[in-house]
Structure formats: structure tokens, C-alpha cells
């Protein structure tokens, strides 16, 4: 089966019952604790992506629904984002670039994200939640973004699966994924040693 995101996207943008499907995702968010990652990235996805704008609109119009995600903190994502409708940007490699300017032209810096994010979404939710440059983490040295990983080591949010991307000095970026923070803290200090 061959999934095309251009066609999904745009039955997501026809998709007329726009408001009830939002009040349920905001219903799952607020009754089931370990599933609002996903429910989160699913409503920013679909609130932030260019394409789909006619649901930011339909928030946009519903106070009360607007009212309910700003209380879930999710309407302030979807204001002056960076994400492009560029056809050019067709893989996580050139969004992540894009996202973090390689201006390290002697150090090696990372970056991070939830490896969770749009998985409830299906597919197309992930692929959108990884080409979202507000999903990754800023851009710093490898020992920044292991003390930034550090602090959810002990914490429910350490059990979740983590991407990392390592770039600059001049070499290929480099894709690692684990599914704790725990082994994305030990990927990254492996390749600390290495140098």
C-alpha cells in the first residue's frame, strides 16, 4: 500500500465535521494522561499545517473551542511558526537544516524531539509532527543536549522514545533514534568519546 501525503492532507482539508472530531481530541487529551503527547502533536498538526488551514478557521470561529484549546496551551503553537508550504522541503533532513542554520562550522551540535510526536495521527500526523521544525529542541553542543535530555531521565516523560539529530564541523548529519531518553543520553555520550 503506497501512502501519498499531498492526497491525505487534502482529504484532511475537505474533511467537513471539523468541530466535533476536535472536541473529542480535546476530550482524550483531558481524560487520558498517556495519551496527550500524541493528542497534542495530532492538534498542532493540524492547527499549524499551511494546508490546513480551514481548521485553524474553524477554531478560529468557536470561541468556545478555541477556548478549551487554549486551555490545553495549544493555541499559541500555531502563531508566527516557521513551517513552510514549499514543495522543496520534502524530507526531515532538509527541515531540520532549514530549521537549525549550520553556522557551527567547527563544533558538532544536536538536536532533539519526542520520537512520539503525530503518532496517534497515524502516518501522516508523525511525518507532519517530524517535519515541524517547533518540535525540535534548539540547536547546542552534544553536552547541552545531553544535560537537556538529563533532566527527564527520572520523570514519566524518560520512558518516551527520543530522535536526535547530530550535525556541523563539517560532516553528513547523523539520524540516531532510541526508545528511551536514557539511550538517546547514552548514544550521545558514546559518540562524545569517539570526538
Known amino acids: 500500500l503506497e501512502r501519498n501525503i499531498d492526497a491525505d492532507t487534502e482529504v484532511l482539508a475537505k474533511f467537513e465535521h471539523k468541530v466535533p472530531v476536535l472536541q473529542v481530541l480535546c476530550r482524550i487529551h483531558a481524560s487520558c494522561r498517556t495519551a496527550r503527547s500524541t493528542v497534542s502533536s495530532l ?23 478555541r477556548g478549551e484549546l487554549e486551555g490545553l496551551g495549544l493555541m499559541d503553537h500555531a502563531y508566527g511558526n516557521d513551517i513552510s508550504d514549499d514543495k522543496s522541503i520534502s524530507d526531515e533532513k532538509s527541515v531540520t537544516t532549514e530549521a537549525h542554520p549550520l553556522n557551527y562550522s567547527t563544533d558538532r551540535v544536536a538536536i532533539w524531539m519526542w520520537r512520539d510526536a503525530g503518532k496517534f495521527g497515524g ?14 529542541s534548539n540547536a547546542c553542543s552534544i553536552e547541552e543536549t545531553i544535560a537537556d535530555l538529563e533532566q527527564y531521565l527520572d520523570t514519566p516523560q524518560g520512558e518516551r522514545p527520543v530522535k536526535v539529530r547530530v550535525f556541523g564541523a563539517g560532516l553528513e548529519p547523523t539520524t540516531s533514534k532510541s526508545d528511551s531518553v536514557a539511550g538517546a543520553v547514552a548514544a550521545l555520550q558514546v559518540l562524545l568519546k569517539k570526538g
Open 123 to 136: 502516518w501522516l500526523s508523525h511525518t507532519l509532527a517530524t517535519m515541524n521544525p517547533a518540535r525540535w
Open 43 to 65: 492538534l498542532l498538526s493540524l492547527l499549524e499545517t499551511p494546508s490546513l488551514t480551514g481548521w485553524r478557521a474553524t477554531v478560529d470561529a468557536n470561541p468556545e473551542l
